[in-house]
């Protein structure tokens, strides 16, 4: 069974600086999906960042980017001058290539400080 | 083009009870999935429908079903309900694969007294 893992409960950054969430995952597959989700007090979840397994080149979306080091099962999202509006719980997620499930982490909260 | 919506928003039953959950997908998707988010269990996995046959189930008891019709909209059911069956429960749309994104809704919180 596939797991994911975030250890790091909570993080805080300054509003404009740059903070880096980790990621590791563990899988048996080779054809797989990663995901970064924003989860705000309105509990919607959005996704903010995907990286296909197969790809080697980084995922990058706006000031979020994403270090996918396959061998190493580690996926960590960088984000760069930090925003109020980017306070959130962040779930890293796994999925297969042939399958719908999502196995989340158990998520890093992110707090801005102005 | 509207998002997933999930109804109600809020729910409040008591233990014994059942209780059933809707969700409607973004327009054109045929992949439907239900999460369950709780403080000690995190994200679980509940099941997943396309084209109203269920395709891939979690690890929840038999009194947790869906199904879905054949407009795409989905239902989850929890029967003889308990205190810890209060969660957040999210639905997940997406067009067909795996491979494509799936998109959530805002959730309905179940609350269990």
């Known amino acids: 069974a596939q797991t994911v893992t975030q250890s790091q409960p909570e993080m805080s950054v300054q509003e404009a600086e740059t903070v880096t969430l980790s990621c590791t995952y563990d899988t048996s597959e080779s054809d797989y999906y990663l995901f970064w989700y924003k989860q705000p007090p309105s509990r919607q979840m959005i996704l903010v960042i995907r990286q296909e397994a197969y790809k080697q080149q980084n995922a990058t979306e706006n000031r979020f980017s994403v270090n996918f080091q396959k061998a190493a099962k580690s996926f960590s999202l960088k984000i760069s001058d930090s925003q109020l509006g980017d306070a959130a719980m962040y779930f890293c997620?796994?999925?297969?290539?042939?399958?719908?499930?999502?196995?989340f982490g158990t998520g890093t909260r992110l707090t801005i400080i102005p | 083009k509207a998002g997933v919506t999930q109804t109600p928003r809020y729910l409040i039953k008591t233990r014994g009870q059942q209780v059933t959950l809707s969700c409607s997908p973004i327009?054109?998707?045929?992949?439907v999935s239900w999460y369950q988010q709780t403080p000690g269990q995190g994200l679980q996995f509940l099941f997943e429908?396309?084209?109203?046959?269920?395709?891939n189930k979690g690890n929840f008891p038999g009194r947790f079903s869906g199904r879905q019709f054949s407009n795409s909209r989905s239902e989850m059911n929890v029967s003889t309900l308990e205190l810890g069956d209060s969660a957040l429960y999210l639905c997940?749309?997406?067009?067909?694969?795996?491979?494509?994104?799936?998109?959530f809704g805002a959730g309905t919180r179940l609350s269990v007294l």
């Open positions: 997940a749309s997406s067009l067909a694969a795996a491979r494509d994104i799936q998109y």
């Open positions: 429908y396309f084209s109203e046959t269920q395709r």
């Open positions: 997620a796994y999925r297969s290539a042939f399958y719908e499930k999502l196995t």
């Open positions: 327009s054109g998707h045929r992949s």
